[in-house]
């Protein structure tokens, strides 16, 4: 297991209770939405972010309104992440037309064009194609902008990632690749996926540069994230980040953890991110007990308001069905 | 009256692209080979020279990887042509063209349109034997999300491009190799050609063979030979396979009481099936006979010519089927 690193990140208190509330409000929304889908709420499949909130919450804060993000069908941290209402998010896996998607995607299809999140993509390594194909855009019309694509270390074993990544070494283009190594691509750990292990070292290969960080500790992310962003920003060019995670999680609701013993579970628990994020900022006076507590009822009250958002809504008539095949405006 | 000039099929394709890069600066083409070699069937020769290598990528084997990135430069707000070399290294980015380019207009509620046009070759009848022989146009038919072109005139291999550039939603354009060094007239003022309805290229009363690619100039001249035995046949280019325009044909059926499709691709769960199925479902009470089909034989395609032509519908099997029909 990597160690964790201690950081000096210049992060201002309002930035850090900021991330600290994040990191707890997708943790919460988590507990909620299982909670919710073991009431048939929820229904599908459901991917469960927790354990590994320090990943979308430190690459995300790098980034700015202009770019795009990209990522798996495990996506509801990073919407959240991004700024997605929890409420939008709930009422999505609810299934009711108030969703983000209109309730037309479910849990692993979030998407909200007007903060550039582009799913909730759940064909694995699909959208790095497509996060190559943003980039493009970006560097043909001068935007300015880059384009975030998250994936698993799962999809780096699939030829959709060796294709983006040639592709987008070849093109020179600004996207940043998040390999969110959470070490189990469904049941199938990572011993028995990849020949190489340390996945940043595929990077070489397209001439990516690449570098691998603690995902289990947000300022490491952080400082990781920050460095390869501007990077990105500055020559234009992609670079692969492999963050190493773990989810504390089964795969999916369905999933019965055959694969994996309870005790390495147990181990990785006691490097849990927000546990000690919390106590980082404690030690370094950047918050108190109190404050802690009162994020925690923020964090409580907006989790209760997205489920009363979510049961509130409804149900998009039948009649509706066969919309949003083709675009009804012709000339667009 | 206007004027008409000899074109061949490719000529028509390469003015329709270079008409449409000269029109819009978010237009681009990437393809395999579309650049410095001048196009693999060199449908785009030149055009690197003239708009540069910004305009005119050539990309890595990576069908799915560019395929892709169309994709995504669509979402971000360019209007990218996408050319897969053949239909069978197509499959390769099947997985982009069907589960994104079909589907993110529906999953995000209606927010993501992908405007991206995939030029496709296709087609049986060049010896190419099993791997490069195909008719794969039911493959794309079926998906919803997805407008599938066939290119089966000369009048579309110029215009439809065009047209396909100014849909919201992702478009299919299937290209025939077979047909490329054709010539035929088209008017020289050729532009823009609608893409939603299917065409009656010969008014007929006696029979409607419905076709489309490939079928279309076989047709034409199958039913030239059957109005010298007194057979007026019409003949119907469905030209847009997604969303099927059944309006065209339906009318065709009512007016001549009888149906024939033809087309190259396997018989079962076909766009024939469809069309058929159709005819049964909304007229049934209009037909002297029951609809028959011609299609391509369910074989993997083999290499020698007698044996390939013996795959797909010929001229004398059109021939020979609608006497069947017309006189039993």
């Not at chain 2, 990887?65 to 990218?80: D, E, H, S, T, Y």
């Not at chain 2, 083999?302 to 017309?326: C, G, N, T």
């Amino acid at each position: 297991m990597p160690k964790t690193k201690s950081k000096k990140i210049d992060l201002d208190a309002k930035k850090s209770r900021h991330l600290f509330y994040q990191m707890l409000l997708i943790r919460k929304f988590e507990d909620k939405a299982a909670e919710e889908y073991t009431k048939a709420k929820i229904r599908g499949f459901l991917h469960l972010y927790i354990g590994e909130e320090a990943v979308a919450v430190g690459v995300i804060q790098a980034l700015t309104d202009d770019d795009n993000v990209l990522c798996t069908y495990r996506e509801h941290g990073h919407a959240l992440a991004r700024g997605m209402d929890a409420g939008a998010i709930m009422a999505e896996m609810y299934g009711k037309q108030e969703g983000c998607s209109r309730g037309r995607g479910g849990s692993m299809h979030l998407f909200d064009k007007s903060i550039n999140f582009f799913g909730g993509n759940a064909i694995v390594a699909g959208h790095l194609p497509m996060a190559v194909g943003m980039a493009l855009a970006s560097k043909k019309q001068k935007k300015g902008n880059i384009t975030c694509c998250f994936f698993g270390e799962g999809a780096a074993a699939e030829g959709e990632f060796h294709e983006a990544m040639n592709l987008a070494a070849l093109w020179k283009v600004p996207v940043l690749f998040v390999c969110e190594n959470n070490l189990y691509a469904m049941g199938t750990a990572i011993r028995y996926s990849h020949s190489v292990q340390e996945l940043e070292k595929k990077g070489a290969a397209y001439g990516v540069e690449s570098s691998a960080v603690n995902g289990m500790n947000l300022m490491d992310v952080i400082e990781a994230a920050n460095e390869a962003v501007q990077k990105v920003r500055d020559n234009g060019k992609p670079y692969l980040l492999v963050c190493n995670t773990y989810r504390f999680r089964a795969h999916s609701m369905f999933d019965a953890e055959l694969y994996r013993d309870k005790k390495e579970v147990e181990e990785w628990k006691k490097r849990d991110p927000i546990p000690e994020f919390q106590e980082f900022l404690l030690k370094q006076k950047i918050i108190t007990e109190k404050e802690i507590k009162k994020i925690e009822n923020q964090v409580d009250s907006e989790i209760q308001k997205a489920v009363d958002f979510a049961e509130a809504g409804t149900w998009e008539p039948i009649d509706q069905l066969t919309e949003f095949v083709y675009s009804e405006n012709e000339t667009k | 009256m206007s004027q008409t000039i000899k074109i061949t099929y490719r000529e028509a394709f390469k003015q329709g692209l270079r008409e449409a890069l000269q029109n819009d600066d978010r237009i681009f083409l990437m393809g395999e080979d579309v650049g410095r070699y001048g196009g693999a069937f060199a449908v785009s020769k030149g055009l690197l020279q003239e708009f540069g290598e910004e305009r005119i990528m050539d990309v890595p084997l990576s069908e799915s990887g560019f395929v892709g990135a169309g994709i995504g430069a669509a979402l971000a707000g360019m209007k990218p042509i996408v050319e897969v070399m053949t239909v069978n290294f197509g499959l390769l980015a099947m997985d982009q063209i069907v589960n994104n380019a079909a589907t993110l207009l529906h999953m995000s509620g209606g927010q993501l349109n992908v405007p991206v046009v995939i030029r496709i070759s296709c087609g049986i009848g060049q010896q190419l034997a099993a791997q490069h022989s195909h008719s794969w146009e039911p493959f794309f038919a079926q998906v919803p999300g997805l407008v599938v072109l066939s290119v089966g005139t000369h009048e579309d291999a110029r215009g439809m491009l065009h047209t396909a550039l100014q849909s919201p939603d992702p478009v299919i354009i299937i290209e025939y190799t077979s047909m490329l060094n054709l010539e035929k007239e088209i008017s020289t003022d050729m532009g823009a050609v609608n893409i939603t309805k299917a065409k009656v290229i010969k008014s007929g009363k006696d029979i409607s063979i419905i076709t489309y690619g490939t079928g279309v100039y076989k047709c034409l001249e199958s039913a030239d030979e059957l109005a010298a035995e007194g057979i007026d046949a019409e003949v119907i280019d469905l030209r847009v396979l997604r969303p099927l325009d059944e309006e065209t044909f339906l009318a065709s059926v009512a007016k001549t009481h009888r149906a024939l499709i033809v087309e190259d691709a396997w018989r079962s769960v076909s766009i024939s099936s469809e069309i058929s199925s159709r005819i049964m479902e909304k007229a049934f009470y209009e037909l002297d006979a029951s609809v028959k089909r011609l299609c391509g034989v369910e074989v993997p395609i083999p290499y020698p010519l007698h044996l390939e032509q013996a795959s797909v519908p010929q001229k004398s099997d059109i021939v020979k089927a609608v006497k069947r029909i017309i006189n039993p």
